[in-house]
C-alpha cells in the first residue's frame, strides 16, 4: 500500500509540475487586487510559529497506521468495489435485505458467543458510560437485532468491517481490520432448504468471481459431538477436542492426536477412535456409510446430523452443486456457537498456475447452523433458528490483486470520461464555463487547476489516466463559435459547434 | 427503528405461518430417514439445560445498541444507498478516487487536530500495545495518509462512518456513530479553483437530492482573525472568541455578546465592534464593501481572506451558483484545522411545506481549506495545501425518510423480480430445480422454504412484497412440459413452455 500510494503521488506530481518552497515555509496567498490572481510565496511570521511547533513536537513519532491495518489505496478501492458489487448482486438474487449495526456492541452482547477466540475482541477505553466493545463479526450482531426487535424471520445480508486482535500475519492476507460479507435466514422453516441455498449462494460467488476450481467442505456439529460420545471423550472435553480437530486443515493428524493426548489428557486409544473417523472425506456416499457406522449409529445426534446431510445432498443435487461438495469429518469451525450443518469454501491450487502458489488462500467462505445463538439474547430464552454464510473477500482481494499484478493489467482509478484542455494562456474562465456544462449534463469531467497550463501537460495527463475524450478551447475556436473534440485513442480532432457539444459527447460515450 | 423491525418481523409472520411451540424448548429436528424431511418438536433435556443458562443469566440486562447509536432497517438501507449512490456519482464525476483508511487510529495521530472537541474522541482500551482511538472525521485520515505516503496531489472521495462522543439529540438525526461522504482536493494549485470545485459539487449534490432551496455560507478563518485583531481581541483569546462566534447560528448576538464578555472575559466594547461585522451578510458586494473598511483593510490577514473571496466569486459567477451564496461574516465552523475559506450549506425551509417544520435540519454540507494540517503529520512539516467538503448524509436521510412517511410512499426492501410457486403438495424438487435455473440466469427469484405451501400464502407474500412475477409449476404443467408465469399486477397467466421461459422472462422484465 505505501508503495502503491507513493506511486501514485508520483504520477501526480510528474504530471502537475510541483511546485517547491522552503521546508517549513507556509503558503500565505497574495492579496488578488486583479482578478486573474498572482500568487507568490510569503513566510508569515506567526503562521511559521505555529507551524514548527508540532513539527518540533513529533520528532518522535512514526506516522503509520495501526498494528494489523492498512489504508486502501484508489487501486484497491476500485478492485474491492466490483467484488462486492459482485457478491451484494448474488445476495441480492437470493431476495436477501440491508441491514447495518453499529461497529460496537454493549460488551455483554458479545460475551460467551466467541469460546477461545473471546479474548481477540477489541473493547474501548471506560470512558464514563457503558462498557463498549467492537464487533467481531457480523452473525452475533444480527442474532441482537432479531431478539431486541422480536424479528422472527428474516433474509438478510451485511457488508461491513469487522475486528479481531490477531496476530496480523499480513503475508496471508489476514488483518485486525477486515471486512465481512455475510448472508443468513433466520426463521423456523422445512429442513434444509434455507441450508442448500446458503450452499448455493457460495458456489455462484465464487464460479462467478471466477477464482479457479474450489471444493465446500461440509460436516455437523452434532455428528462431531456423536462422534466424541461414542468414542469415550467426556463432555466436559468436547470443546477442547473439537478445537484441535478444527487444526487438521493445517496440521498432520499425528501432531494433532498428540495435542489430544498430551495436552488435553485424552486416553490415546480414544484419540485413535477419533482418529478413525475424522480422516474420512467423501460425497453423499460417506454419509450412507456413516448410518451404517455400528457405534454412530448407536448416537441420536449424530443420527439428526446424518440425516440432515442426507437431505441436504438431495437438496444440492437439485441444485447441481452437489459435486462441488466434500462431507469432511474433520471439519469443526472455531466458532462456538454452530450446531447444526457448518461449511467452509476452499480453493483448489491447480499446478498449472505455478506463478500463484506462493499465495497460501485457504478458505474463502465458511458459514452454518447457529440455531441457539437468538435465544442467547431474548429474556425469555425464545429462539429464532438461523443458517448463514461469510464471504472471505479479503483473501478474494488479495488473490485478485496479485492477479492483476502478475497479469499487468492496469487500473483506472477514476472514471473522467472527458478533459477540458486549452492551448491559450488566460483562457480559465472559458474552461470553467465550459467545465460547468458538461458537469450539469452529468458528464464526468477534469480540467487543470492552473491558469495557463501547458497543453502538453494536459494531453499526458489524459493518456496517463485512461480518459478516453479532450475538448479543446483556444482563442480561434472562441471566434469561429466551435470546439475541438479529440479521441485520446486515435488522436483525431474534429471541430464541433458549441451548442451540439454535449449530445456529441453523449452519442460517442454511449457508443464506447 | 425497533418499530420498524417490529413491523418486519411481524409482516413476515403473517405471511409465512408463524410456527409456536412452548417458551424455552428447542427445536431438534428429528433423523430424516425419509428423504422428503417430516419434522416435528421435540424438547430435548441436554439442549434445554444449556438453553436456560444463558436465560437465567440475563435477566438483569436490557438488549439494545450503545447509546446514541442505532440498527439501520431494510428500508432504512434502501434509502442511504439511494442517496450515497448520488452522493458519489456526483464526486467521480469531478474525477475523484476512491480511499479508505481504518476505523480507528494511533491516538496521538488526533490528538490537538480538533481543538475543543477532542474530548468526544472514543479511546480503545489498552489491551497491551499501541494507544488508538476510533477516527472522529475523515479528513485527518486523509491528512495522515498524504503524509505518510508523501502524496503531494490528489483528488478523493471517501464515505465511512465517524464516531463522536456527543449528548445524542436523537430527534435532530445527530448519533454517535455517523456516516460522513467527504470530497477533498490536495496539492499546490492557482488559488480558489478547487475551492470553487467544492461549492460546485455542494451545489449539485443538493440541487440533485431535490431537498427544497438552500444557501451556501462561505467566510475565511483569515478575514476572522483580521477582524477579532483590529477589534483588539488579544491573540491568546482569538480561538475562544471563534468558537463564540460559531454559535451565531444557533444563539441571538446578545446571547453570544455576554459568552463574550462574562465568560470569556472580553471587554464590553471589543465585543461591540465585533458585533458590527459578524452580524454582516450579503453578495460579492460585501466583499468589496469590506475592501474599504477603514480598520479592515489595514489588515494583512483580512485583505488576503477577502481577495481569495472576491476570485472564488468570480469562478462561482462563471459556475452558475453564484446567487446561492451568501458571504456570512458570523460563519466559523468549529474544527481547528481550517486555515482559508470555509462554507457551511443549509436548507432554507419555505414556510409552504408546514408539515415539515418540525424537523430542524440546519446544515447539511460544510467544508474549507486547510492548509496546515498535513504539515502536523510530515516529520520535515512540508505541507500540502489541501480544500474540500463533507456531505451531512445522516440528516440529508432523516429529511427523505421523513418526506417518505409524509407522502406514505413504501419501499420495496428487496428486488425479487420472479417468485417460484406452486399449488401442489410435495413439489418441493421441482421448485428448487426451477429455481436454480433462474438463480443461473441472473433472475433474482424466491421461493417458500416449505415442502407443501399453501397457494395463497406464496400470492400474497408477492403482492406484500411487490415481487412483479409469479412462475407457476403444478402436475398438469409438469405432465405438459408448460410452466405458468403469471403477472402480480394484472393476475393474468399464461402458459410457457419450460425451455422458453428464462428468455421470456428477461423479456417481461427488460419492458417493464
Known amino acids: ?37 498572482q500568487k507568490y510565496f510569503q513566510v508569515a511570521e506567526a503562521a511559521l510559529a505555529t507551524q514548527l511547533k508540532p513539527h518540533q513536537e513529533k520528532s518522535n513519532f512514526i506516522i503509520k497506521t495501526p498494528k494489523g491495518t492498512r489504508d486502501l489505496s484508489p487501486q484497491q478501492m476500485v478492485v474491492r468495489e466490483k467484488i462486492l458489487d459482485m457478491v451484494v448482486s448474488c445476495f441480492k438474487r437470493h431476495g436477501a435485505k440491508g441491514l447495518d449495526t453499529p461497529a460496537f456492541e454493549l460488551k455483554e452482547m458479545l460475551t460467551e458467543k466467541y469460546g477461545e477466540d473471546s479474548g481477540l475482541i477489541y473493547d474501548l477505553k471506560d470512558q464514563g458510560g457503558e462498557l463498549l466493545s467492537l464487533r467481531y463479526d457480523l452473525t452475533v450482531p444480527f442474532a441482537r437485532y432479531l431478539a431486541m426487535n422480536k424479528v422472527k424471520k428474516m433474509k438478510r445480508y451485511h ?98 492426536r498428540h495435542e489430544m493426548v498430551a495436552k488435553k489428557g485424552l486416553a490415546a486409544e480414544v484419540a485413535d477412535r477419533i482418529g478413525d473417523y475424522v480422516q474420512c472425506h467423501g460425497g453423499v456416499s460417506l454419509v450412507k456409510q456413516m448410518f451404517q457406522d455400528p457405534r454412530l449409529s448407536q448416537n441420536k445426534q449424530a443420527l439428526e446430523g446424518l440425516g440432515d446431510l442426507k437431505l441436504l445432498f438431495e437438496y444440492l443435487t437439485l441444485f447441481g452443486i452437489a459435486e462441488k461438495i466434500s462431507f469432511d469429518l474433520s471439519l469443526a469451525r472455531g466458532l462456538d456457537y454452530y450446531t447444526g450443518v457448518i461449511y467452509e469454501a476452499v480453493l483448489l491450487q491447480t499446478p498449472a498456475h505455478a506463478e500463484e502458489e506462493l499465495l497460501n488462500v485457504g478458505s474463502v467462505a465458511a458459514g452454518g447452523r447457529y440455531d441457539g445463538l437468538v435465544g442467547m439474547f431474548d429474556p425469555k430464552g425464545h429462539n429464532v433458528p438461523c443458517v448463514g454464510l461469510s464471504i472471505g473477500v479479503e483473501r478474494i482481494f488479495s488473490i485478485v490483486e496479485q492477479r492483476m499484478k502478475t497479469f499487468g493489467e492496469k487500473i483506472r482509478t477514476t472514471e473522467t470520461q472527458v478533459f477540458v484542455a486549452t492551448p491559450q494562456k488566460n483562457f480559465l474562465q472559458e474552461r470553467l464555463k465550459l467545465i460547468a456544462e458538461l458537469w450539469d449534463a452529468g458528464i464526468k469531467a477534469e480540467l487543470m487547476y492552473k ?60 457508443e464506447s
Open 451 to 510: 491558469n495557463n497550463p501547458k497543453l502538453l501537460t494536459q494531453l499526458h495527463y489524459c493518456e496517463n489516466m485512461g480518459i478516453p475524450l479532450v475538448v479543446i478551447i483556444g482563442e480561434q475556436e472562441l471566434k469561429e463559435g466551435v470546439i475541438k473534440l479529440r479521441s485520446v485513442a486515435s488522436r483525431e480532432e474534429v471541430a464541433i459547434t458549441r451548442e451540439n457539444l454535449v449530445a456529441e459527447i453523449q452519442k460517442r460515450l454511449s
Open 159 to 256: 457488508v461491513g468491517k469487522v475486528w479481531r486482535r490477531e496476530s496480523p500475519t499480513i503475508a496471508q492476507g489476514r488483518y485486525r481490520e477486515f471486512c465481512q460479507c455475510d448472508f443468513d435466514i433466520a426463521g423456523q422453516f422445512d429442513p434444509m432448504i434455507p441450508d442448500a441455498e446458503c450452499l448455493k449462494i457460495v458456489c455462484e460467488i465464487l464460479s462467478g468471481l471466477q477464482l479457479g476450481d474450489f471444493l465446500i467442505k461440509v460436516n455437523d456439529r452434532r455428528i462431531l459431538d456423536g462422534i466424541f460420545a461414542v468414542c469415550g471423550v467426556p463432555e466436559s472435553k468436547f470443546h477442547a477436542i473439537c478445537s484441535s480437530v478444527d487444526k487438521l486443515d493445517k496440521m498432520s493428524w499425528k501432531d494433532v
Open 1 to 37: 500500500m505505501p508503495q502503491l500510494g507513493l506511486l501514485h503521488g508520483r504520477a501526480w506530481a510528474v504530471l502537475f509540475g510541483q511546485l517547491r518552497r522552503p521546508p517549513g515555509a507556509v503558503c500565505i496567498r497574495a492579496v488578488h487586487s486583479h482578478s486573474q490572481g
